[in-house]
């Protein structure tokens, strides 16, 4: 390649980087096009220009499915903070100089953590910065996982109980466990209970593959002994009314209980442990300056320190 070419190649190198890890994230090259606004042969071009320079292939191109090479993933591992940051250079220069005026925020978490774990830092960081816009995205554990590693959302807040190797979790808050029964239920007026009580009647639980299912799983298991689910209900708050209804008894957080609940709660800290709710992140991703920004606030409502 002559020096020209080379020169050319060197000065368009930030192109075939961010179409490589466009290409990377989306698993495809018609769906990258899309995304930077590039014709599918552009993007192609690109990509085999930044294989020609470095003298590697850093895909497996087999049909329509595309596969790292061993050399790809190291050279993805590289690029990609390269690209996150240069493409958030404005923002993290406006940031150093006291200034967080634009840009977009997406937290991705499920029902009940937007409603009884973020309202009060969501609140502070859109009262903050007005100019931030700010998106909610209501996800299960897996979807918000899956839009994580896509960078579809910039963090997930949540609980975990199994953290895959890509992924970081910082615990941030932690609420007690307690049995909620409705008013006039044989257990309403005992300030404790024990497990064999509670196995005498049936549970209403969030659905099983949710971790509260599995936590109740474990710890019966532990003490050798079954539960009856009679309703599998999606949210806290479906979950207390229909406790109030008097269709079962059931095992929740206490950060869901307001006091207004027509129903009793009895702590269940000797069976069960704390629950924590934490930040989700994937390894080796750039946090935009608002995403830091939103972490500080978050820290700062619950009293708790970033890991560092």
Request: charged share 20%.
């Amino acid at each position: 390649m002559n020096s020209d070419k080379q020169s050319y190649y060197k000065h368009n190198r930030l192109k075939q980087m961010r179409a490589f890890c466009e290409v990377v994230r989306s698993g495809s090259v018609t769906l990258a096009a899309q995304k930077l606004f590039l014709s599918q042969p552009s993007v192609t071009l690109q990509i085999q220009a930044l294989e020609r320079e470095l003298g590697v292939t850093v895909f497996e191109r087999r049909g329509p499915v595309l596969k790292l090479t061993p050399d790809g993933e190291t050279l993805y591992e590289l690029a990609k903070p390269l690209v996150e940051g240069v493409d958030s250079l404005e923002e993290n220069f406006a940031a150093l100089h006291g200034k967080l005026e634009s840009g977009e925020l997406n937290i991705g978490a499920g029902e009940s953590t937007i409603l009884y774990v973020l309202p009060e830092a969501v609140k502070r960081f859109v009262t903050a910065h007005p100019g931030i816009h700010t998106k909610m995205h209501n996800v299960t554990g897996r979807d918000g996982l899956k839009m994580l590693r896509a960078d579809e959302v910039d963090l997930v807040v949540g609980s975990m109980l199994d953290v895959p190797d890509d992924i970081t979790y910082q615990p941030v808050a932690f609420f007690d466990p307690v049995l909620i029964v409705p008013l006039g239920h044989p257990l309403a007026g005992k300030t404790e209970v024990t497990l064999e009580e509670i196995s005498l009647y049936g549970l209403i639980l969030p659905p099983r593959h949710l971790s509260t299912w599995n936590i109740v799983k474990y710890v019966f298991q532990q003490h050798h002994l079954n539960f009856t689910v009679t309703l599998e209900a999606g949210g806290w708050e479906v979950i207390k009314k229909y406790v109030e209804l008097g269709m079962g008894i059931s095992i929740v957080t206490d950060i869901c209980l307001t006091g207004t609940e027509k129903l009793v709660r009895i702590p269940l800290k000797q069976y069960f442990p704390q629950r924590g709710y934490g930040l989700v992140l994937r390894k080796g991703k750039f946090l935009s300056p608002q995403a830091r920004r939103f972490v500080e606030i978050l820290h700062e409502v619950y009293g708790t320190r970033p890991m560092q």
